[in-house]
């Protein structure tokens, strides 16, 4: 079965600052990928997804994410980070199949 | 938003007792799954259905069991509730497989003591 690791549990920056979450997964076909943000108390919101095409995707608030085949990674990032953007972000991936496996999540944390 | 509703939302219940978690969806989407999320472990799969009366296992089924008799309706039991199973369960949603968006509920807080 496909599965997903996401290296960082936890990550802080500044406000205005850069952000890039990691996401690597492990599927011997082509996946299907998503990223997801969680508030706290709620459920999970689809940022952006992937499956073929221009391997830069951009998605919702401002964030996108690069699909690198070579490295089995779907990173997302975000030029400017702002202090709404603090939640817990999710990879999934999804296969031929019909479930869909997500990572341990990121918790981000903006500081003023 | 997409119309799913988990009820209860918060439950307290002893260990040994039958519980029942339910999952409603207005969307009359074919595909329905129960994650619980547990903190380091993200969202894991439980159990899903890919149409009425069809369900398969996931990754951490052991303990629970489904039931889907409408295709509005998906039912999460666990028979005999455990301390390890105090979590937060999710239910979510897909029209289809493949890159198809899965939209979630707002989750219910199980607590076994």
């Known amino acids: 079965a496909q599965s997903v690791t996401q290296p960082d549990i936890h990550i802080t920056v500044s406000e205005g600052a850069s952000l890039e979450l990691r996401c690597n997964y492990s599927y011997g076909a082509t996946p299907y990928l998503f990223w997801y943000v969680q508030s706290p108390g709620q459920g999970l919101q689809l940022l952006l997804k992937?499956?073929?095409?221009?391997?830069l995707v951009q998605g919702i608030k401002g964030f996108e994410a690069e699909f690198k085949r070579s490295q089995s990674s779907f990173n997302l990032r975000k030029p400017s980070v702002h202090w709404s953007d603090a939640a817990e972000y999710f990879c999934?991936?999804?296969?031929?199949?019909?479930?869909?496996?997500f990572g341990a999540g990121t918790r981000l944390t903006v500081k003023p | 938003d997409a119309g799913i509703t988990q009820s209860p939302r918060h439950k307290v219940t002893e260990t040994g007792t039958p519980v029942t978690l339910r999952c409603h969806q207005t969307e009359n989407h074919r595909y329905m799954y129960w994650y619980r999320q547990d903190p380091g472990h993200g969202l894991r799969l439980i159990h899903y259905?890919?149409?009425?009366?069809?369900?398969d296992k996931g990754e951490v089924s052991d303990g629970y069991s489904v039931s889907r008799s409408k295709t509005e309706d998906f039912l999460l039991t666990l028979e005999s509730a455990t301390s390890s199973q105090t979590s937060v369960y999710f239910c979510?949603?897909?029209?289809?497989?493949?890159?198809?968006?899965?939209?979630f509920g707002q989750g219910t807080r199980l607590t076994v003591v």
């Open positions: 979510a949603i897909r029209s289809g497989t493949g890159n198809t968006e899965a939209f």
């Open positions: 259905s890919y149409g009425v009366k069809d369900t």
């Open positions: 999934a991936v999804g296969a031929g199949n019909n479930d869909m496996r």
């Open positions: 992937y499956f073929s095409g221009d391997t």
